[in-house]
């Protein structure tokens, strides 16, 4: 096992513990290691990484290491509730990081820490960082986009745009179903100061100003951020050029923007064991002819709509390879509300894929996804075209962006209706226009990976500026 031997600078890194989260960082903590950096891993007891897939790091529990610490027992595990832990740990965390580091620092047996790198959810961790004279980048994993609708979140609040989700918009966030909300033409109209996004797409966020927990979340990590010694982000500087012209204008960090699908996988990373069985069934399907379904982590959906989705996809007469998490349906375990004789000769159901492996997959036409950002990098990496179903947070802005701007999927936005999914799922596998553009987009990337492109650069100085420490 090969730890610290020949490495001279070491690079502690903390992830939110979220698979969202998790698989970057870790894409990131191997990209550091190949550049010559010892790495350690800070990690709570909740969702652990698989350590023996990393003999190379070394690995520290923090934070929720006691079992008699009944602050963290009974927390929910899926949904919006399971962030409630993360609320926790920021309120509570900062001693024992502190106390962590301060062993780190002083130890003699490993090379010296030349930062911390914590996922920027951690807002707690600049103070803690900023004590110990050390400095701290931030990994974002959402898109910059999104960054500055966040930063915005104060400000189209007192514009009233979350007002309107107290009075006619509630039910866009009751269950996700849209089903019910009432006519209001104003959902619909253009957001003035971001006029890429609709009110709804503000509205589906999910979180406002000091609203509960999520909402000091949220404006703690975005001040925060401000104040980090540097951002690094899942993305490329060809997608979002000009969000970074901004964000470089109002924030003096540096920022780095690495599209990590396109160094490591996320299989090492994976929380849930990854299912390879139907990969010879995959092997054995037509070029771009079966659909892709996952919705992430954490998103669930109640029953009547799981029965909807359902629907849909049996009326495209579509071929399809479906991840449904256990939890996905609320109130069942697995599969129970599927009808007799799903999925049939015409599809798969697994429980947990190696996703990144399937969306570069030549059978694979289509993504239809929840939105979130490292799904839809992953999608772009491998020039996938995607349906969009978001549910919460910047998935909302992220479909607004793969619809609207990149013009590379569709953006199911009125719910779960059997018939805009049957029309979007055939819509997105023959249109060849959308494809081409989901080609040209993953050309692009690609191109920013060569020597001298963006991507390619930005890896560069990442590493001589935690190398300048
Ligand atoms: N993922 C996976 N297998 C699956 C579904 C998802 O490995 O069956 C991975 C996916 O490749 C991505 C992560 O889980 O890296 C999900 O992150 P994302 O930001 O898309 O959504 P979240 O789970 O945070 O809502």
Redesign the pocket.
């Known amino acids: 096992m090969e730890t610290t031997v020949g490495r001279h600078r070491r690079v502690i890194m903390f992830p939110l513990p979220?698979?969202?989260?998790v698989?970057?960082m870790f894409q990131l903590a191997n990209l550091l290691y190949s550049k010559g950096f010892s790495i350690t891993i800070f990690h709570t007891n909740f969702n652990k990484p698989k350590t023996s897939n990393y003999p190379h790091f070394t690995f520290r529990f923090i934070l929720d290491n006691d079992p008699h610490d009944e602050r963290y027992a009974n927390l929910p595990l899926q949904g919006m509730g399971a962030f409630s832990r993360i609320i926790l740990f920021n309120k509570c965390g900062a001693d024992q990081l502190r106390h962590q580091l301060e062993l780190e620092l002083s130890a003699k047996d490993e090379p010296p820490v030349s930062c911390l790198i914590t996922d920027a959810s951690w807002h707690f961790a600049q103070s803690v960082a900023d004590c110990l004279n050390l400095p701290r980048l931030v990994l974002r994993?959402s898109s910059l986009f999104c960054f500055l609708i966040y930063a915005s979140i104060p400000f189209l609040d007192d514009l009233g745009y979350f007002n309107l989700s107290d009075n006619t918009a509630t039910p866009l966030l009751d269950g996700l179903g849209y089903n019910n909300v009432p006519d209001d033409k104003r959902l619909e109209e253009q957001v003035a100061e971001f006029p890429v996004l609709k009110v709804k797409d503000v509205i589906k966020i999910g979180f406002k100003k000091d609203n509960d927990g999520m909402g000091d979340i949220i404006s703690n990590m975005v001040k925060q951020t401000k104040a980090s010694s540097g951002i690094i982000w899942n993305s490329f500087k060809e997608l979002e050029q000009l969000q970074l012209e901004t964000i470089r204008r109002d924030i003096p960090a540096p920022c780095f923007l690495i599209p990590f699908?396109k160094h490591f996988t996320?299989?090492s990373s994976?929380l849930?064991d990854?299912d390879r069985s139907f990969l010879p069934w995959l092997d054995q399907q037509p070029r771009n002819s079966i659909v892709y379904i996952?919705?992430?982590?954490?998103?669930q959906v109640e029953e009547k709509h799981f029965v909807e989705m359902v629907h849909g996809l049996v009326d495209s007469k579509q071929s399809f390879l479906w991840?449904v998490?256990p939890g996905f349906v609320s109130g069942s375990t697995w599969l129970e509300p599927l009808p007799d004789g799903f999925p049939g000769e015409r599809g798969r159901i697994?429980?947990?894929?190696?996703?990144?492996e399937?969306?570069g997959h030549e059978a694979i036409g289509a993504f239809w996804?929840?939105?979130?950002?490292?799904?839809?990098v992953?999608s772009v990496c491998e020039g996938v075209p995607m349906i969009c179903s978001p549910?919460w947070g910047d998935?909302p802005l992220d479909a607004r962006y793969v619809s609207d701007v990149w013009k590379v999927g569709v953006y199911l936005e009125n719910g779960w209706k059997r018939e805009e999914i049957t029309n979007a799922i055939r819509r997105v596998m023959a249109d060849e226009e959308m494809r081409e553009k989901s080609r040209g987009l993953k050309q692009k990337l690609d191109a920013s990976l060569i020597e001298g492109g963006s991507s390619y650069e930005s890896v560069e100085s990442l590493v001589d500026y935690i190398s300048s420490f």
């Open positions: 979220y698979q969202g989260h698989n970057p994993t699908a996320t299989a994976s849930l990854q996952s919705f992430g982590s954490v998103a991840v998490r697994v429980k947990w894929a190696p996703q990144q399937v969306l996804t929840h939105s979130g950002w490292n799904s839809t992953e549910f998935q």
